[in-house]
């Protein structure tokens, strides 16, 4: 039982620069995937918000100029070819 065990590590090759690229490639995925996902569960943003009563300012003073009359909708169908009937 006095067999000499090999404890050393195995040989690894060293990495590829392809395989380099790949291993920084998924982090960086990663990374942008935890940013997304923070991005939707906190949305607020304070630029974002100005923005938005801006826009709803305009809208209000744009609905207000304009008359409250039916608004007509324009569809124009292309006319139906009948068949002369002999």
């Not at 305009?58 to 039916?70: I, W």
Request: net charge positive; charged share 30%.
């Amino acid at each position: 039982m006095s067999a000499e065990l090999d404890l050393s590590p195995p040989e690894v090759p060293e990495p590829t620069f392809l395989e380099s690229v790949l291993r920084y490639g998924l982090f960086l995925g990663a990374i942008f995937q935890l940013i997304c996902i923070l991005a939707i569960i906190f949305p607020t943003s304070k630029g974002h918000e100005q923005e938005e009563t801006e826009s709803n300012d305009g809208k209000t003073t744009e609905q207000m100029k304009k008359p409250k009359g039916p608004t007509a909708q324009i569809r124009q169908k292309p006319k139906k070819e009948s068949k002369k009937k002999r």
